[in-house]
């Protein structure tokens, strides 16, 4: 019988929350336990506090997961809740990613204010976005908008927008639906045309190694294939020395006991590009998403790196 009441570690911001609250649900159905075995913590991170700058020019996505992996060492709380795309690549000595839920849908959504669609803007129009993903793929479709820095949490980016500081933004479908907001969007992206970053639209756990009865109750609710999916894509992510300073896109799919990956590389202003695709077994997802970074790297060259990594 559970008796120990859980601390679940998440940032405070609306969509955060949800995603801690989803977690919860999905451990009270695999563990017949009520809402009073858990406790949510809210914990300020530096990147909700840093607002002024890009995140490239301030530490990186780290900043996002700092602070809960702070209370994970210090036992203040027992897991944590990210964004997978939040999270580095290299995670501190004795935490790993115990759990995955299912996977949202990995699109992105524009929101716009002055045309419902990207296409329809008028030449040279504001759109404000903080991922230098969105930027470069923004530019690529559309090289004459003015493309600015646009921080903050959904909520904020929404005011911003109606407050007239860009004419459109922005968002990850998946956000959208967990907050019950998708109706704000006015164009989903294709995949094909705007590539999702590499853990888009997937929740992840946090827990310290070693914690075995955590670990078997976060494996009730552990998706195998958003978990293959995210092997393959974080794989892809290290090869290149993935951070917020580099245009990355990545999404591997599960079918079966097959994988198939898509990865793009991009300058900022969204110029150039460098695209893979490979396939194979999910045993090898993580050895498919390293090959395809590694193969990335040489097919650009250092000279594309240069002045941006």
């Known amino acids: 019988m559970q008796t120990t009441v859980l ?3 998440t940032r405070a911001s609306p969509l955060a ?34 607002q002024d700058r890009p995140l490239s020019e301030a530490g990186g996505k780290g900043l996002f997961t700092k602070e809960l992996e702070e209370a ?5 709380i027992d897991f944590a809740v990210h964004s997978s795309k939040d999270m580095p690549t290299a995670l501190p000595s004795g935490l790993a990613l115990t759990a995955f839920l299912p996977r949202e849908d990995p699109r992105d959504a524009f929101v716009g204010e002055a045309a419902s669609t990207i296409a329809d803007l008028p030449h040279g129009a504001t759109v404000g976005s903080s991922s230098l993903r969105r930027q470069a793929l923004l530019l690529r479709m559309r090289p004459d908008l003015n493309v600015i820095m646009f921080r903050g949490n959904v909520q904020t980016r929404l005011r911003k927008l109606r407050d007239g500081v860009a004419d459109g933004t922005i968002l990850a479908l998946a956000g959208l639906k967990r907050l019950g907001s998708q109706d704000v969007a006015t164009e989903i992206l294709p995949l094909d045309l705007f590539p999702p970053a590499p853990g888009q639209g997937a929740i992840c756990i946090e827990s310290r190694i070693g914690d075995s009865r955590l670990d078997e109750m976060l494996s009730a609710i552990n998706d195998a294939p958003t978990a293959q999916a995210l092997a393959c894509e974080r794989a892809f992510l290290a090869a290149l020395d993935g951070s917020c300073r580099m245009p990355i896109a990545g999404r591997a799919t599960i ?11 991009l300058s900022p202003d969204g110029r150039q590009s460098h695209e893979i695709s490979a396939s194979g077994p999910v045993a090898e997802a993580a ?23």
């Open 17 to 50: 929350m949800a995603q801690a609250h989803e977690a919860r649900a999905r451990l009270m159905a695999a563990h017949d336990l009520s809402e009073d075995a858990f406790a949510i913590e809210a914990i300020s991170t530096s990147g909700d506090r840093i």
């Open 72 to 76: 994970l060492l210090d036992g203040r």
């Open 287 to 309: 050895a498919i998403g390293s090959a395809s970074g590694e193969k990335l790297r040489r097919d650009a060259g250092t000279g594309f790196f240069d002045g941006w990594n």
């Open 7 to 9: 601390r679940i570690g």
């Open 255 to 265: 079918d079966g006991g097959h994988l198939a990956f898509d990865g793009t590389i």
